[in-house]
C-alpha cells in the first residue's frame, strides 16, 4: 500500500509496527533527532514482530550494518515498518526500516534500514525453539 508522498517504487517494505511524533528533546547538539532514539524506535518495532513470530518472549542479539541515510528533524513522524526475513531453530531475523514523514509535508523518506537478530528465551532466558507457522 502506498502511503500519501510517496512513489510507487519507493514504498515501504514489511508492516508498519510503530509510528511515533520526533520531539525537541530528542536532538542531538546539532538539532537533528539522536541516532540512537530512531535505533531504539526500531529495535522496539523489531521486538514486536519478533514476539508476535515467536509467541512470547525474545531478545535482541545482533544489528546488521545500520546506515543513516537522511537525518530526522523534529517535528517528523517516524515510521517503522518489520518483516520477517529468516527464522532458525531459536533467532530470527527482522528487516527493519524507518521512514520519516517530514513535518508539515506530504514528502515521506526512507531514513535508515537494518536487520536485527532476535532469539526466543524462556521465562529463565534460555534460548528455545521457535513455533513453526501454522499451515493453512
Known amino acids: 500500500m502506498t502511503e500519501p508522498g510517496l512513489a510507487p517504487e519507493e ?9 511515533i511524533n520526533a520531539m525537541p528533546g530528542d536532538t542531538n547538539a546539532n538539532g537533528d533527532i539522536f541516532g540512537g532514539w ?4 526500531m529495535d522496539a518495532a523489531g ?3 519478533a514476539v508476535d513470530r515467536a509467541q512470547g518472549r525474545v531478545v535482541t542479539v545482533a544489528v546488521d550494518a545500520m546506515t543513516f541515510i537522511r ?10 515498518y ?3 526475513e529468516s527464522v532458525g531453530r531459536t533467532s530470527m531475523k527482522i528487516h527493519v526500516e524507518a521512514w520519516a514523514k517530514r513535518f ?24 528455545r525453539p521457535v513455533p513453526r507457522p501454522l499451515e493453512d
Open 11 to 19: 514504498e515501504p517494505r514489511g508492516d508498519l509496527t510503530v509510528r
Open 38 to 41: 530512531v535505533m531504539s524506535r
Open 47 to 49: 521486538g514486536i514482530a
Open 71 to 80: 537525518p530526522v528533524k523534529v517535528g517528523d513522524v517516524l515510521s517503522v
Open 82 to 84: 518489520t518483516e520477517v
Open 104 to 127: 508539515r509535508t506530504a514528502t515521506h523518506e526512507k531514513v535508515t534500514d537494518a536487520t536485527f537478530t532476535f532469539v526466543a528465551i524462556d521465562e529463565e532466558g534460555r534460548p
